[in-house]
């Protein structure tokens, strides 16, 4: 029997019972299913005399979102669906026209289910899709509220401040709604609550609260909305606690085209946080710098960074600043003189900061590759991955030199693979191959095709894997 016949069965059954019969089968069921007993209890309180039974609903709510343990991944989406019967049993009110009510509902349960979502596993999204249907209907109860507009805008400042996941820069998701006086009421509200809070300065990290956090977020969107770069500032710079805070008033002041401004900002803001690689500061100065003729302000910032981490992730930035300014080759050997020095200095110094492995590295990124070659040899231990290009670059001059490289690092790696996988030594050998090629040395392959197999018969997907490897020739 499939579902559909089932149901026109029992559809067709209780329709021959008497109503005694229906509420006894009705009362059994609501005794073993939790979701059932829920939804009937919210009919029976948004059906009471005189209006919906509020405070039976927010019962509802608390005894659907309780939790008596961690909820885990798999569980999620049951407790999600759960809540979501309760938010589906609200919606109707308002086509009743119990707005202020269901205002009240949906700012409850918010707070209700905020709360227990610390103990769910939502990666996947369901406890989150719930609030955003709160947030919905929150949304649609305001725009057909009756409620007065005054009132309206201290209300959502409230929630917006209190709500830990929801009702984020809400004041723009409203201010249509909101009215002039509801729009005056929520300013003020936000501007009290501003105004209490202490200025941090550099130094004072830690000490912004979450609360805290929430108001600023209010402040600077209602800042943002004026279009008034000074305003947004006032509000920015009462906390400089962070870095951070200086880079936003840096960038604020750049986007308004007053470089004069992001300038003295960000030299104070580097001032207070010199730090050359936890911060945006110094990158926004380099540009400013830039943009005014300032090269060796910018320049002084670079050479610190690539001073104090020498190596190719600082270099770049290094060569990409000078070459149009045609002071490159200057740079480039103060530079390689700095990291060869660092290279040559006894293990364990201050002075020994730069490894071989990264200066060959450089040597490459530079094009010398017989330079990288050489560093390569000296003895120090290499990744494979280095070796593979060092072995790259010297394919068109040398090419029995990068033979002997992937060999060495084919056989490491055969020797420690240990799940079966072989794309990579397959590769090397596949370039070996070309080279022997390039060399005429077609029987130099063969035979060391007969090697491998020699070497690592008791690898069988690698002796797999050589099957095809012959095939292709």
């Known amino acids: 029997m499939n579902l559909t016949a089932g149901l026109n069965d029992i559809r067709a059954y209780l329709l021959r019972q008497d109503k005694e019969e229906l509420v006894r089968l009705i009362l059994e069921a609501t005794e073993r299913n939790e979701a059932m007993l829920n939804r009937l209890l919210l009919r029976i309180a948004n059906a009471a005399t005189g209006g919906p039974d509020i405070s039976a609903i927010k019962a ?93 805008g201290e209300r959502l400042f409230d929630l917006e401040l209190r709500s830990e996941y929801t009702f984020y820069e809400a004041f723009d998701t409203y201010v249509d709604v909101l009215g002039e006086a509801g729009i005056d009421a929520y300013i003020a509200k936000a501007k009290e609550a501003w105004e209490q809070l202490p200025p941090l300065n550099p130094g004072d990290a830690g000490m912004s609260t979450y609360g805290r956090q929430r108001v600023v977020r209010i402040m600077e969107s209602l800042a943002r909305r004026t279009g008034d770069v000074e305003t947004y500032v006032g509000v920015l710079s009462k906390d400089l ?66 001073e104090a981490r020498p190596g190719l992730a600082y270099l770049q930035p290094i060569k990409d600043y000078t070459e149009p300014l045609q002071d490159w080759r200057a740079w480039h050997d103060r530079a390689f003189a700095l990291m060869r020095k660092q290279v040559d200095a006894p293990v364990g110094t201050h002075v020994h900061t730069t490894t071989r ?66 794309q990579l030594p397959i590769d090397l050998l596949r370039k070996m191959r070309r080279l022997f090629r390039v060399l005429d040395q077609d029987r130099a392959f063969e035979m060391e095709i007969d090697r491998l197999r020699h070497e690592f018969k008791r690898k069988r997907n690698f002796m797999r894997d050589l099957d095809v490897i012959v095939k292709e020739r």
């Not at 103990?119 to 899709?129: F, K, L, M, Q």
């Not at 992001?262 to 710098?289: C, H, K, M, T």
């Not at 072995?391 to 060495?408: L, Q």
């Open 60 to 152: 509802a709510i608390n005894r659907t979102a309780e939790i008596d343990e961690y909820i885990e991944y798999a569980e999620a989406w049951d407790y999600a669906d759960k809540l979501n019967d309760v938010v589906s049993s609200i919606r109707p009110l308002l086509t009743s026209g119990y707005a202020a009510e269901v205002i009240e509902l949906a700012e409850y349960a918010v707070g209700v289910f905020e709360r227990q979502i610390e103990y769910v596993d939502d990666s996947n999204g369901e406890v989150g899709g719930v609030l955003a249907e709160i947030e919905r209907l929150h949304f649609d109860a305001y725009s057909q509220s009756s409620l007065p507009s005054e009132e309206l």
């Open 357 to 422: 492995a990264e200066l060959i590295l450089v040597f490459l990124w530079d094009g010398d590759a017989e330079a990288a070659w050489v560093e390569a040899n000296i003895g120090d231990r290499l990744p494979f991955e280095l070796w593979i290009n060092v072995g790259g670059a010297r394919e068109e001059t040398h090419p029995e030199d990068s033979i002997g490289v992937y060999r060495r690092v084919m056989n490491q790696l055969v020797e420690n693979t240990s799940n079966g996988d072989y």
């Open 241 to 306: 606690s962070t870095s951070y805070r200086f880079s936003t008033i840096v960038e604020a002041y750049q986007l308004a085209g007053d470089d004069a401004k992001a300038r003295e900002w960000g030299e104070r803001g580097f001032q207070f946080y010199p730090d050359l690689f936890a911060n945006r500061l110094p990158d926004q100065l380099v540009s400013i710098y830039r943009d005014c003729n300032q090269h060796s302000e910018a320049l002084d910032i670079l050479w610190q960074r690539f």
